[in-house]
């Protein structure tokens, strides 16, 4: 047992050897125990080898790029947050960084502050989530129509088979398979399910409902589980 609060351990994997070592200083100061690799490669090694409260990718890298990282983290964890820092500001690499997994990203240059401040929310979040996480009455497993959700396996089923979900994905239909009937807005599912304001990126929801409710054969006029409530959002009901 440690007596001493233990501090949170973050990977950084960045190849700009100047800015690596001063996130691992300023990061270091949070305090946190600092990891880095400069290479996707062994980044790749790292985040799935060790136990991370957080990792921070950068897009651009040698060897494995960030975003393929931050995909092979996800297939392996859901939850560990994910900071990326890209060069780039256009909005779509921002959306594609969000909509493969990363909790948040900042943009090159950034403050020491804003980086600290970022990374302090998301191991905040962290420890929230795991609180939050599994109360006691909620189910591990809901069942709708043809439809299986398993919590714990956070696996998916139709008629039997199993469907492939990305993690956001499948946080999507947990959400919305346990509020049945309940219509949420954009904003609310960005809330919820992305678990931080994005209120510009309305777009982002609608996307992974777009390939959600394909994987739901939603696209079937007999059999639809995501609804749309023009004007306000969607709903989930349990086909008949
Ligand atoms: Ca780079």
């Not at 959306?95 to 600290?116: M, R």
Request: proline share 5%; charged share 25%.
């Amino acid at each position: 047992m440690n007596l001493s609060p233990i501090e949170p351990s973050i990977l950084v994997v960045e190849d700009e050897q100047d800015l690596a070592s001063l996130l691992a200083l300023h990061l270091s100061e949070l305090p946190a125990r600092v990891q880095l690799a400069h290479d996707g490669h062994s980044g790749q090694q790292l985040a799935l080898s060790g136990r991370w409260d957080v990792i921070v990718l950068d897009l651009r890298l040698p060897g494995i790029g960030g975003l393929d990282l931050c995909r092979a983290v996800r297939a392996q964890s859901a939850s560990v947050p994910i900071l990326m820092l890209t060069a780039r500001s256009s909005e779509l690499d921002r959306v594609l960084g969000l909509e493969l997994g990363a909790d948040d990203y900042l943009t090159k240059p950034f403050s020491v502050l804003e980086l600290q401040a970022r990374i302090k929310a998301l191991l905040r979040r962290a420890a929230h989530g795991a609180k939050a996480e599994a109360p006691d009455d909620d189910p591990a497993r809901i069942e709708a129509g043809a439809l299986c959700v398993d919590r714990m396996q956070r696996r998916a089923w139709l008629e039997g088979a199993e469907i492939m979900l990305t993690p956001r994905e499948f946080d999507l239909l947990w959400h919305f398979a346990s509020h049945p009937g309940r219509v949420f807005t954009r904003s609310e599912l960005l809330a919820t399910v992305w678990g931080y304001g994005h209120d510009g990126y309305d777009h982002t929801v609608n996307s992974h409902i777009n390939r959600l409710r394909a994987k739901l054969g939603d696209e079937r006029t007999d059999a639809n589980y995501i609804h749309t409530v023009w004007g306000v959002g969607y709903r989930f009901e349990a086909a008949p």
